[in-house]
């Protein structure tokens, strides 16, 4: 196999180890994205609100906070590359417990933040750039896994939107008023309903196909490219979460060459 392949994977992990640390701590409060603060130490930590959780299942303040910070601990293993395939499972399962305690505060984000943990530290991204590198698995299978995941996000994304409310520019427009979009892009959006649309559709067409773009070796790198320009473009004009920073470190492993070695 080659050896960018590998390095991508292990590039991949250290990419998305640093923002799974960051924003499910206190650091995330020091980004200028409101949406990434945290309320106290760590993500998932109790807090004086009525429980809830999903199906009912709520666990005690003491179970939370523990979780928390095994989570804490595991993700920081994940990111330097000490068992980090068992680090980064604990702490991707143990993030997806954390939302389960908050349904009414689902955000996707972490969602995707904690799915994409789970799906690396079950590829070769362990067996390279790390401290304790876990015995290798098979490259082209750890990235025909994180292309596929990768390329369902977008697709799905592009799913989603496929709806009038969407596609004629009412949401984008609802965005803009509610000040969900920074200032001069929620401006332009309110003053010209034809942009709204533009754009509305001009996003499912990328989404989906990006998401099929990533699946194919001709459209792979360009399907990269579009990627990273169009969370570029969402960053200047909303700041939504770390959600860019989550897929630009996924979308590294998906720029891995499948080409194998002579």
Not at 94 to 113: C, E, H, K, R, V
Not at 126 to 137: E, N, Q, V
């Amino acid at each position: 196999m080659t050896a960018s392949r590998e390095h991508l994977l292990g590039a991949a992990r250290l990419a998305l180890g640093t923002v799974l640390v960051i924003r499910t701590t206190a650091l995330s409060n020091l980004l200028p994205i409101p949406l990434a603060h945290v309320n106290g130490p760590l993500y998932g930590w109790p807090t004086d609100t009525w429980p809830m959780a999903w199906a009912d299942c709520v666990v005690p303040d003491g179970v939370e906070r523990a979780a928390a910070i095994v989570r804490t601990v595991a993700a920081g293993c994940f990111l330097v590359g000490v068992r980090a395939r068992l680090a980064g499972t604990i702490a991707g399962a143990l993030g997806l417990l954390a939302m389960s305690q908050d349904p009414l505060g689902f955000i996707f984000t972490l969602y995707t933040l904690f799915l994409g943990t789970i799906v690396l530290a079950n590829t070769d991204a362990t067996s390279m750039l790390a401290l304790r590198p876990d015995p290798p698995l098979d490259a082209r299978s750890s990235l025909a896994l994180v292309r596929i995941v990768v390329a369902s996000i977008y697709v799905w994304a592009a799913i989603a939107k496929m709806h009038a409310e969407w596609l004629d520019g009412r949401v984008l427009l609802f965005l803009a008023e509610d000040r969900l979009l920074l200032s001069r892009p929620a401006r332009l959006l309110v003053e010209h309903p034809w942009l709204r649309i533009g754009v509305a559709w001009s996003a499912v067409s990328a989404e989906l196909g990006i998401g099929l773009g990533l699946l194919f070796g001709r459209t792979r790198l360009w399907a990269v490219g579009a990627a990273l320009v169009m969370h570029g473009v969402f960053e200047v004009a909303a700041r939504p979460d770390v959600m860019g920073l989550v897929m630009a470190s996924l979308l590294v492993a998906c720029a891995a060459t499948p080409r194998v070695a002579r």
